[in-house]
């Protein structure tokens, strides 16, 4: 599996998407087999709208 990271937009009191104040969203990393994957478990774990999956790899240590 290969690790994700998806931002997603909180929902305020009425459950209604809010945009951070500092305009940088807060994300979730989690493991899934491919993006859309990803973004089925991110939406799952935070039940908020997940609006992006970035891949991450592995860092290469020479």
Known sequence: ???YRC???PLDKLGSPTMAE????????LQ???????LRKAH???GCPVTEAQRLEDAVQA
């Open 7 to 9: 931002f997603y937009a």
């Open 32 to 38: 899934a087999t491919n993006a859309e994957d990803a």
């Open 22 to 29: 500092a305009g940088v969203l807060p994300f979730v990393q």
């Open 44 to 46: 799952h774990v935070t």
């Open 1 to 3: 599996m290969t690790t």
